[in-house]
T-cell receptor, first 113, second 114 residues
Framework: NAGVTQTPKFQVLKTGQSMTLQCAQD?????MYWYRQDPGMGLRLIYY???????DKGEVPNGYNVSRLNKREFSLRLESAAPSQTSVYFC????????????FGPGTRLTVL | AQSVAQPEDQVNVAEGNPLTVKCTYS??????LFWYVQYPNRGLQFLLK??????LVKGSYGFEAEFNKSQTSFHLKKPSALVSDSALYFC????????????FGKGTKLSVKP
């Protein structure tokens, strides 16, 4: 039971390049989330998916797109990377219900040059 | 607007002493409050949550948190700190308006010295 997995762990991009961050969960949870973590900023929500087939914008969606491929997988795409997108990206999953905690993946450290 | 504040960027404690990491919140309606811990180069791990009931909530690794409605606070505590407790701690509140998304504080770095 791996929980939430993310690939890759590290990535370096040049400005303007594109890439997709992958996330998968084996907990059968309905909701999935993408956050970015920047020093002194805490975690900020980029996009979330309350259930398979739905996605919604979070606090900082500009420059990103997401796909909820199925119940297990939720990918985050940077179409044209910018230095401001240098960050650590975390995926999380949670069961439905306001009292349910989110479970986090190990993160992807992305540097955009 | 719903928000959570962690007023201290860093807390320093000697091993064996009690520790407190502070958190205050602002919500409309009932608060759903969470504490997470992040060890270096790792993802966030759930510690404990307050949904309803007893104001003192017990969680993982000997941590507990006290919910205080009148002070809108949810401080994280541990009676005796360990060096291995050194990590980044995040308080979060559930945003009931947007399908339950978490709003995180900026984090408090806890440093426990031997």
């Amino acid at each position: 039971n791996a929980g939430v997995t993310q690939t890759p762990k590290f990535q370096v991009l040049k400005t303007g390049q594109s890439m997709t961050l992958q996330c998968a969960q084996d907990m059968n949870h309905n909701s999935m989330y993408w956050y970015r973590q920047d020093p002194g900023m805490g975690l900020r929500l980029i996009y979330y998916s309350a259930s398979e087939g739905t996605t919604d914008k979070g606090e900082v969606p500009n420059g990103y797109n997401v796909s909820r491929l199925n119940k297990r997988e939720f990918s985050l795409r940077l179409e044209s990377a910018a230095p401001s997108q240098t960050s650590v990206y975390f995926c999380a999953a949670a069961d439905r219900g306001l009292n349910n905690e989110q479970f986090f993946g190990p993160g992807t450290r992305l540097t955009v040059l | 607007a719903q928000s959570v504040a962690q007023p201290e960027d860093q807390v320093n404690v000697a091993e064996g002493n009690p520790l407190t990491v502070k958190c205050t919140y602002s919500v409309s309606g009932n608060p759903y409050l969470f504490w997470y811990v992040q060890y270096p180069n790792r993802g966030l791990q759930f510690l404990l949550k307050y949904i309803t009931g007893d104001n003192l909530v017990k969680g993982s690794y000997g941590f507990e948190a006290e919910f205080n409605k009148s002070q809108t606070s949810f401080h994280l505590k541990k009676p005796s700190a360990l060096v291995s407790d050194s990590a980044l701690y995040f308080c979060a509140v559930r945003d009931a308006r947007s399908q339950g998304n978490l709003i995180f504080g900026k984090g408090t770095k806890l440093s426990v010295k031997p």
